[in-house]
């Protein structure tokens, strides 16, 4: 299917009733529209659909190439045609590869030894067995990277705070913004500092800069090639690469150019969650994801939740046309989930061609945002109420607490319930007049007032229950998303695996570089050759 019946999709969507009346007209809506996986539950009663749209949608999904291209994607097919490579996420988070073979490599066996190896480096820094080059053990590690191969790592880790327990401290150097590395290793010793560095090409501009100044704060100490071998890891594809940064082969675990940066935290990338968390709970997190994948491949789509997430932002992107989809975890551990979830998505599906090089007539992924409820409430909630836009919301509450504090939890539970309550059925005009003459204004305050105080409501959210923030429901929720922003690429009809816009913003970074430099700038138009004057005089 190459083209969506957009016509009909928007004129099903200008159809559309009132929530507040679909409630009350139905006391059966909310088991209706509920899934369940894996003790999980998605309410999604609280959208703009009703049986006979949302039973068209169905269709939709039936009729479309999710199955073929989800078979194509487990059999090994190169689905990222653009590229002419497998997407094989999901085998590394298999608890069995034994027998996985892919264009004839063994890579069950390949994966297996990853995880060993990890696992053994984990033990030695745990039990303090892994000495620097002064005899002394290591006590910081410094994990050098940027997109998926931080995002990840970064968001499990914050996610799973109540499961920290290494020894060993964890410093995250991203941003090429130099101050970044610089606050990381004025508080450290070189020689019990070992340094991680992630990427699949080893090429990435941020990364080796970073790398590159790590390196030198080693030598300005006196560290000598050996001592620098001895405190340089690697996880990357360019072993040639690495090795030449004076990183040795033995200390370089594999990426696989069929794992996607933004979904790589099942590999190596995941070192830093199972040096933090401990190899058991790694596989907890692993344990998670491909429960949610067995969910996502064997359940028939009218229960399927990652099926039902993506035919709901079609609805909104395309039928609605819905721009921005706000993510609000009801959880102070997953604040930066929205973040994750906006490279996933964004950079997945943020396309204007399809699989064919065509232009799309129509929008694809939506601009994602969001924030830990309920900082949001007193922030940015103001627009989801009362503004004319409408921003579908995702609400998402682990039930159980990783706190004593019960009381803290209930309250928070109830913000959360009362968001979605009052995004769907809002306050009318008389209602907020009623509220203002009970408060004991005059009629002519109330009047007044009462117009300030309407939301009209209608606004449509999902409500996510996780039965905890643990290890394994956080693998089923990443892998949630993961596979929703999946079947809407295949909706779309559009690569999810590649990101050719990445691309050009870093070649034009080159030669402004040069130009930095001292290099001609007469080949640049005139706003940048302004800046860069801006940013010379400074200098």
């Given at each position: 299917m190459s083209v969506l019946p957009w016509p009909a999709l928007k004129a099903l969507a200008s159809q559309q009733g009132s929530l507040r009346q679909a409630f009350a007209d139905d006391p059966s809506r909310a088991e209706r529209f509920k899934a369940s996986a894996m003790g999980m539950t998605l309410d999604y009663s609280k959208n703009l659909i009703n049986t006979d749209n949302w039973q068209a949608l169905q269709q939709l999904a039936e009729q479309s190439q999710i199955k073929p291209v989800l078979n194509a994607m487990l059999a090994g097919d190169k689905i990222n045609n653009t590229e002419q490579r497998s997407v094989w996420h999901m085998?590394?988070?298999?608890?069995?590869?034994?027998?996985?073979?892919?264009?004839?490599?063994?890579?069950?066996?390949?994966?297996?030894?990853?995880?060993?190896?990890?696992?053994?480096?984990?033990?030695?820094?745990?039990?303090?067995?892994?000495?620097?080059?002064?005899?002394?053990?290591?006590?910081?590690?410094?994990?050098?990277?940027?997109?998926?191969?931080?995002?990840?790592?970064?968001?499990?880790?914050?996610?799973?705070?109540?499961?920290?327990?290494?020894?060993?401290?964890?410093?995250?150097?991203?941003?090429?913004?130099?101050?970044?590395?610089?606050?990381?290793?004025?508080?450290?010793?070189?020689?019990?500092?070992?340094?991680?560095?992630?990427?699949?090409?080893?090429?990435?501009?941020?990364?080796?800069?970073?790398?590159?100044?790590?390196?030198?704060?080693?030598?300005?100490?006196?560290?000598?090639?050996?001592?620098?071998?001895?405190?340089?890891?690697?996880?990357?594809?360019?072993?040639?690469?690495?090795?030449?940064?004076?990183?040795?082969?033995?200390?370089?675990?594999?990426?696989?150019?069929?794992?996607?940066?933004?979904?790589?935290?099942?590999?190596?990338?995941?070192?830093?969650?199972?040096?933090?968390?401990?190899?058991?709970?790694?596989s907890q997190l692993l344990c998670g994801a491909e429960a949610m994948d067995q969910h996502f491949i064997e359940t028939p789509f009218s229960q399927n939740i990652p099926v039902i997430l993506a035919l709901l932002g079609i609805w909104y992107i395309n039928g609605h046309d819905c721009q921005a989809q706000a993510l609000l975890p009801y959880s102070h551990y997953l604040r930066l989930l929205p973040s994750y979830v906006q490279q996933l998505d964004m950079e997945s599906n943020g396309k204007s061609v399809n699989v064919n090089g065509h232009a799309l007539t129509a929008a694809t992924a939506p601009v994602i945002w969001g924030d830990a409820g309920t900082n949001g409430q007193h922030a940015y909630h103001q627009l989801l109420h009362q503004s004319r836009l409408a921003v579908p919301a995702d609400f998402i509450l682990p039930l159980k607490p990783a706190h004593v504090l019960t009381d803290h939890h209930q309250r928070l539970a109830a913000h959360c319930f009362a968001q979605t309550q009052a995004l769907m059925q809002g306050k009318t005009r008389e209602e907020a007049t009623a509220e203002c003459l009970a408060a004991g204004m005059s009629a002519e305050e109330a009047a007044a007032l009462a117009p300030h105080k309407v939301s009209p409501g209608n606004k449509p959210s999902n409500t996510l229950l996780l039965p905890e923030l643990s290890p394994y429901y956080l693998g089923a929720l990443i892998a949630m998303y993961e596979h929703k922003v999946f079947c809407q690429g295949v909706l779309w009809d559009l690569n999810s695996f590649d990101q050719w816009g990445v691309e050009l913003g870093k070649q034009l970074s080159g030669p402004i570089y040069q130009a930095l430099a001292g290099a001609p700038t007469d080949t640049l138009d005139s706003s940048t050759q302004q800046l860069i004057a801006a940013f010379l005089a400074q200098k």
């Amino acid at each position: 299917m190459s083209v969506l019946p957009w016509p009909a999709l928007k004129a099903l969507a200008s159809q559309q009733g009132s929530l507040r009346q679909a409630f009350a007209d139905d006391p059966s809506r909310a088991e209706r529209f509920k899934a369940s996986a894996m003790g999980m539950t998605l309410d999604y009663s609280k959208n703009l659909i009703n049986t006979d749209n949302w039973q068209a949608l169905q269709q939709l999904a039936e009729q479309s190439q999710i199955k073929p291209v989800l078979n194509a994607m487990l059999a090994g097919d190169k689905i990222n045609n653009t590229e002419q490579r497998s997407v094989w996420h999901m085998m590394l988070r298999k608890a069995d590869v034994d027998g996985l073979k892919l264009d004839g490599e063994d890579i069950g066996a390949a994966i297996s030894n990853c995880r060993s190896r990890m696992t053994a480096l984990v033990k030695q820094l745990h039990q303090q067995e892994y000495l620097g080059y002064t005899g002394t053990p290591i006590t910081d590690v410094i994990w050098v990277g940027i997109g998926g191969s931080l995002l990840g790592p970064q968001m499990a880790l914050e996610a799973l705070t109540p499961y920290h327990f290494s020894p060993v401290k964890l410093h995250f150097a991203g941003n090429i913004d130099g101050a970044v590395v610089s606050d990381i290793v004025k508080k450290l010793d070189p020689a019990t500092t070992l340094v991680f560095v992630a990427s699949k090409s080893f090429g990435t501009e941020e990364t080796k800069q970073n790398a590159l100044a790590i390196r030198q704060w080693f030598k300005d100490s006196g560290a000598d090639s050996a001592a620098i071998a001895q405190h340089f890891w690697a996880t990357s594809s360019n072993v040639a690469a690495a090795a030449e940064f004076g990183i040795v082969e033995q200390n370089i675990l594999p990426m696989w150019d069929w794992v996607g940066g933004r979904y790589s935290l099942w590999s190596a990338i995941g070192f830093p969650v199972a040096l933090i968390i401990g190899s058991e709970h790694f596989s907890q997190l692993l344990c998670g994801a491909e429960a949610m994948d067995q969910h996502f491949i064997e359940t028939p789509f009218s229960q399927n939740i990652p099926v039902i997430l993506a035919l709901l932002g079609i609805w909104y992107i395309n039928g609605h046309d819905c721009q921005a989809q706000a993510l609000l975890p009801y959880s102070h551990y997953l604040r930066l989930l929205p973040s994750y979830v906006q490279q996933l998505d964004m950079e997945s599906n943020g396309k204007s061609v399809n699989v064919n090089g065509h232009a799309l007539t129509a929008a694809t992924a939506p601009v994602i945002w969001g924030d830990a409820g309920t900082n949001g409430q007193h922030a940015y909630h103001q627009l989801l109420h009362q503004s004319r836009l409408a921003v579908p919301a995702d609400f998402i509450l682990p039930l159980k607490p990783a706190h004593v504090l019960t009381d803290h939890h209930q309250r928070l539970a109830a913000h959360c319930f009362a968001q979605t309550q009052a995004l769907m059925q809002g306050k009318t005009r008389e209602e907020a007049t009623a509220e203002c003459l009970a408060a004991g204004m005059s009629a002519e305050e109330a009047a007044a007032l009462a117009p300030h105080k309407v939301s009209p409501g209608n606004k449509p959210s999902n409500t996510l229950l996780l039965p905890e923030l643990s290890p394994y429901y956080l693998g089923a929720l990443i892998a949630m998303y993961e596979h929703k922003v999946f079947c809407q690429g295949v909706l779309w009809d559009l690569n999810s695996f590649d990101q050719w816009g990445v691309e050009l913003g870093k070649q034009l970074s080159g030669p402004i570089y040069q130009a930095l430099a001292g290099a001609p700038t007469d080949t640049l138009d005139s706003s940048t050759q302004q800046l860069i004057a801006a940013f010379l005089a400074q200098k």
